[in-house]
């Protein structure tokens, strides 16, 4: 029987997640996709497109993301992921559900950026040391 | 007589608050008023809007965006909130002034999201453990 | 010969450089050039603009950013720096390498806002218990 603690300690907790994202966001960024798969847990499960099936495992999370980014191959955009207002809770058996607003910052040459706003529910959890995202649901506005 | 410490202990603050907002900004772009109104405390100023008197006391604050809202009963928006760029410091008797940059990105479906840019300068206050919004004064760029 | 920590206490960094990122860019945005210059380093260098020749130290940068900022003398703009996505690393003999999204929204009477994305690149040392910045580059996307 796990034990859920029912007050976080906000001052470890929070600055390890926000730096947290800051490095996972920019390997995305950077498609840098294998190291993006690794900041999830082995078992993860990324939803990240309505209608399309969530990814699973980090192999799993490869896989998709390639077929994902094909789209992109030949747009000249630079994305970056703003990640804020992130709302810390203790999960269940251990971990933390990690809420959090999304804007996707997409940069062309010479054009306006245009952006995505999202919403992700995470739940993080520590793997020898690590912080690693164990599931990942994005909902769009 | 009220001594104010010349320094914050940032470690603890810092994070406290930006979760207090992420919080408190995700009931009003849940548009949950009153779960809103709850975050000021009972003797609260929220003046959110020139030209328009500030609301007082939280059932003022209820009231007030109850009738504000109003303009956006016919609306499918998604108001998002995003708070940062926070300066804290100690409030004289106790608590803390806290002005952050506030961007309100409002989103209607199949459009391009429309930004209002302000700045927020608040008073919070620890109330029982709680962090809780004493004042709250918006200036618009 | 210096050491270099594997491992950041973030709880304290991490909120003593938002803080700090949170004073420094609101002199910038209400265009105290001095003020801002004094949150450099007296021997720094900042390198804002693709082929600028970085200015250096403090009345260095005094005098390149009040050369810069000439342009924006009749221009009724509000700029307002968002910095986040702050990635914290230990810097070689002290003080840290932090790279951090930053998005600078230019706000004019009556338009929408305009925004440029871009990352900055610093290094941040503690000069007497002031947290100071050493070095800023600055790269666009």
């Not at 971990?95 to 062309?108: E, W």
Request: glycine content about 6%; charged content about 25%; overall charge negative.
């Amino acid at each position: 029987m796990t034990t859920v603690p029912t007050q976080l300690d906000l001052g470890t907790c929070y600055p390890r997640v926000q730096q947290f994202y800051a490095t996972q966001m920019r390997l995305l960024d950077e498609r840098d996709i294998t190291g993006y798969a690794s900041t999830f847990t082995e078992d993860a499960e990324f939803a990240h497109t309505p209608g399309r099936p969530p990814a699973r495992t980090r192999s799993g999370i490869v896989e998709d993301l390639t077929d994902f980014h094909r789209r992109f191959a030949d747009d000249p955009m630079q994305r970056r992921h703003w990640v804020n207002m992130i709302d810390l809770k203790p999960a269940d058996g251990g971990g933390l559900v990690s809420t959090a607003y999304c804007l996707v910052v997409k940069v062309r040459p010479g054009k306006e950026p245009v952006f995505v706003s999202c919403v992700m529910h995470d739940v993080l959890v520590d793997v020898e040391g690590q912080l690693l995202t164990r599931s990942r649901h994005i909902t769009y506005d």
